[in-house]
């Protein structure tokens, strides 16, 4: 696909969270490939901070993150009233985990 950077302001927004810096740029630039404003941040705190600002059209959330936790980045932006599609990203995959993250209102766990 061959994005328009003059498009840009078109381009569905997507926050990433992830700790590993690695991790978040491949993200990232797989999906700027894809055409999609990407915003990375590296902890839930952040994403707490700037999530109404953003307005992002969707979130990706890594599970595990140094201070809150992915699960209570998006437990706590379900009690807000934010309704922002979550996918939780995690290399954690037993069952109860993802039962968890579902249960907190994430809408797929990858």
């Known amino acids: 696909m061959t994005v328009n950077d003059g498009d ?3 381009w569905p927004k997507v926050l ?4 590993d810096e690695s991790q978040l740029l491949a993200l990232t630039i797989g ?3 894809e055409g999609m404003a ?9 994403a707490l901070a700037v999530h109404d600002e953003l307005c992002p059209d969707l ?8 201070g809150l936790s992915g699960i209570e980045v998006c437990r706590e932006l379900r ?3 934010r309704d922002t599609p ?3 990203v995690s290399s954690r995959s037993e069952e109860m985990d993802v039962v ?8 797929d766990y990858l």
């Open 59 to 66: 979130l990706l959330l890594d599970v595990v993150l140094g």
């Open 86 to 88: 979550i996918i939780m």
């Open 38 to 46: 990407v915003t990375g941040l590296r902890s839930g705190a952040e």
């Open 16 to 19: 990433v969270v992830e700790d």
């Open 31 to 33: 999906l700027e490939r």
């Open 8 to 10: 840009r302001a078109r």
């Open 100 to 107: 968890v993250g579902i249960e907190v209102g994430a809408d």
């Open 79 to 81: 009690a807000r009233g």
